[in-house]
T-cell receptor
Framework: DTGVSQDPRHKITKRGQNVTFRCDPISEHNRLYWYRQTLGQGPEFLTYFQNEAQLEKSRLLSDRFSAERPKGSFSTLEIQRTEQGDSAMYLC?????????????FGSGTRLTVV | GESVGLHLPTLSVQEGDNSIINCAYSNSASDYFIWYKQESGKGPQFIIDIRSNMDKRQGQRVTVLLNKTVKHLSLQIAATQPGDSAVYFCAENKGDYKLSFGAGTTVTVRA
C-alpha cells in the first residue's frame, strides 16, 4: 500500500479522556499535514511538518492538541482532555517538496466522536 | 474566515449529462487552485489543479476554468457517471504549503 495510512479509522471517547491518532505518510514524502474536517465543511489546516520539524500550527490547534513527527516518518496527533467540540474527522496528508502539483495525498482520516 | 466558497451546496445531475460545479474565491493573491473529490468515508482525492496564470486546464473528462476578473473557478465533468457522486471541494494555495478549502458541493448522479 503506497497511500497515506491513518489509524484508527474511528474513535469514540468520553469527554475528558486523551486520544492519540497515528499517520503514516507516503514513504518518500517529506511533508506531512494535519487537517480537521467537521460535518458538511471543508478540511481546515491544523499543522505542518517538514521532515521532523513542525513548522506551523494553526490557531485552531489549542494547547490541548500536540503533534509530533519524531523521526520524520510517521506522525501522531494527541488531544488531551477531549471536549465534545473536538468531534470531527482528522485528516493527514503528505507531499514531497518540489512535486509538480504540490502532490498532496490525503489519508482516509480518523473520525473522532466525543461523548 | 475562509476565502474560498462554493455557490451551491448540492447538485443533482442526470447520468450522461455534463456537470458544472462553481466556486468563488476572494483572495486575489492565490496563485494555485485545486479541485478535490471526497467520497463517503474517504479523504479528499486530487482531481485537477490550475495556476493563476492559466484560464483553462483539461484532464480526463474534467475541465477547470479560472476567471480571475470575477474570482470564479469552475469544474466541468463531462458525461457524468454514477461514480462521480461525491462531495467536491475547491481549494486555494497562496504559494505556501497550506490549502484553504470551501464548504463543498454534494453531487448526486441520477440513473
Amino acid at each position: 500500500d503506497t497511500g497515506v495510512s491513518q489509524d484508527p479509522r474511528h474513535k469514540i471517547t468520553k469527554r475528558g479522556q486523551n486520544v492519540t491518532f497515528r499517520c503514516d505518510p507516503i514513504s518518500e514524502h517529506n511533508r506531512l499535514y494535519w487537517y480537521r474536517q467537521t460535518l458538511g465543511q471543508g478540511p481546515e489546516f491544523l499543522t505542518y511538518f517538514q521532515n521532523e520539524a513542525q513548522l506551523e500550527k494553526s490557531r485552531l490547534l489549542s494547547d490541548r492538541f500536540s503533534a509530533e513527527r519524531p523521526k520524520g516518518s510517521f506522525s501522531t496527533l494527541e488531544i488531551q482532555r477531549t471536549e465534545q467540540g473536538d468531534s470531527a474527522m482528522y485528516l493527514c496528508a503528505s507531499s514531497s517538496l518540489g512535486s509538480g502539483n504540490y502532490g498532496y495525498t490525503f489519508g482516509s482520516g480518523t473520525r473522532l466522536t466525543v461523548v | 474566515g475562509e476565502s474560498v466558497g462554493l455557490h451551491l451546496p448540492t447538485l443533482s445531475v442526470q447520468e450522461g449529462d455534463n456537470s458544472i460545479i462553481n466556486c468563488a474565491y476572494s483572495n486575489s493573491a492565490s496563485d494555485y487552485f485545486i479541485w478535490y473529490k471526497q467520497e463517503s468515508g474517504k479523504g479528499p482525492q486530487f482531481i485537477i489543479d490550475i495556476r493563476s496564470n492559466m484560464d483553462k486546464r483539461q484532464g480526463q473528462r474534467v475541465t477547470v476554468l479560472l476567471n480571475k476578473t470575477v474570482k470564479h473557478l469552475s469544474l466541468q465533468i463531462a458525461a457524468t457517471q454514477p461514480g462521480d457522486s461525491a462531495v467536491y471541494f475547491c481549494a486555494e494555495n497562496k504559494g505556501d504549503y497550506k490549502l484553504s478549502f470551501g464548504a463543498g458541493t454534494t453531487v448526486t448522479v441520477r440513473a
